[in-house]
């Protein structure tokens, strides 16, 4: 059985003031149904860690380079986000592939220095609004997994979240059919490739994900979970999601 699994991506956001949303919502949930991962940024994760210490919270990073260490001014290893307490690492987030130029193959490589060091993979997949308008997104979707995913990818190493980019931060999601489509698409093309591996792996949505939207996205069929953007910034906002994901049918 799939674990379900909420994470919050907190972007370039967040100083010292906010690790006290941490501290509240590990409070929330001591014991919690789902599994909760916390994404902040870089300069927050060792003082995160040592703040959660005992706490049902897992922490990940927002990117890593692919280079176990090297000249890379600026970069983070998987090694390094490990040192600091991370057991997640986000790769491929549209705005990664966007802002950075990041193809499948560099998530791909990405992915597989985040598997050597030990931290599950979060890799992301989306279509643009002309993309969907054109009826491409299966394909799109469908072509930057086979182009993402490494080899030795397993369910215990790497979940899979849909974010459809014209989505995320919009205020938009797309329809309960609309998802249901993409992740069953996803499914098969996984279990495809890997086997009862591909049936075993996590998959989220993400994109403009809410207190008063989750329950109906997470009662859609191979919905896992949840990658969340600005609704994981502050404690209440992204419990309420949680406590959607923990009443959500197994």
């Given at each position: 059985?799939?674990?379900?699994?909420a994470?919050g991506?907190?972007?370039?956001?967040?100083?010292?003031?906010q690790?006290?949303?941490?501290?509240?919502?590990s409070?929330?949930?001591?014991?919690?149904a789902?599994e909760i991962v916390?994404?902040?940024?870089?300069?927050l994760i060792?003082?995160m860690?040592e703040?959660?210490?005992g706490?049902a919270?897992h922490l990940?990073?927002?990117?890593?380079?692919?280079a176990?260490?090297?000249a890379?001014t600026?970069d983070i290893?998987?090694?390094?986000?490990?040192?600091a307490?991370?057991?997640?690492?986000?790769?491929?987030?549209?705005e990664?592939r966007?802002?950075?130029g990041?193809?499948d193959a560099h998530?791909?490589?990405?992915?597989a220095?985040a598997?050597?060091?030990?931290?599950?993979a979060?890799?992301?997949?989306?279509e643009?609004?002309?993309?969907?308008?054109?009826?491409?997104?299966?394909?799109?979707?469908g072509?930057?997994?086979?182009g993402s995913l490494?080899?030795?990818?397993s369910?215990?190493?790497?979940?899979i979240?849909?974010?459809?980019?014209?989505?995320?931060?919009?205020?938009r999601t797309?329809?309960?059919?609309?998802?249901?489509?993409?992740?069953?698409?996803l499914?098969a093309?996984?279990?495809d490739?890997?086997?009862?591996?591909g049936?075993?792996m996590?998959?989220?949505?993400?994109?403009?994900?809410?207190?008063?939207?989750a329950?109906?996205?997470f009662?859609?069929?191979?919905?896992?979970?949840a990658?969340?953007?600005?609704?994981s910034?502050k404690?209440?906002?992204?419990?309420?999601i949680?406590?959607?994901?923990e009443?959500a049918?197994?």
């Amino acid at each position: 059985m799939r674990r379900k699994l909420a994470v919050g991506n907190w972007k370039m956001h967040g100083l010292s003031p906010q690790l006290g949303e941490a501290e509240a919502l590990s409070e929330r949930h001591p014991d919690p149904a789902c599994e909760i991962v916390l994404c902040p940024p870089a300069t927050l994760i060792s003082r995160m860690w040592e703040l959660l210490i005992g706490s049902a919270i897992h922490l990940g990073g927002q990117d890593c380079h692919h280079a176990d260490q090297g000249a890379h001014t600026g970069d983070i290893s998987a090694a390094m986000l490990v040192d600091a307490g991370a057991e997640y690492v986000i790769l491929g987030h549209s705005e990664r592939r966007h802002d950075h130029g990041e193809t499948d193959a560099h998530v791909a490589a990405k992915a597989a220095a985040a598997h050597s060091a030990g931290l599950v993979a979060i890799l992301c997949l989306g279509e643009t609004e002309a993309e969907r308008d054109a009826g491409r997104t299966i394909a799109v979707v469908g072509d930057q997994l086979a182009g993402s995913l490494p080899e030795g990818a397993s369910a215990a190493n790497t979940v899979i979240a849909y974010e459809p980019i014209w989505a995320i931060g919009t205020g938009r999601t797309p329809t309960r059919e609309q998802i249901a489509e993409v992740h069953g698409a996803l499914r098969a093309r996984l279990s495809d490739r890997l086997g009862s591996e591909g049936d075993g792996m996590r998959l989220l949505y993400g994109g403009s994900v809410k207190a008063e939207n989750a329950r109906e996205i997470f009662a859609i069929p191979d919905v896992d979970g949840a990658l969340v953007g600005g609704a994981s910034l502050k404690a209440g906002d992204f419990s309420a999601i949680v406590e959607a994901l923990e009443a959500a049918p197994a």
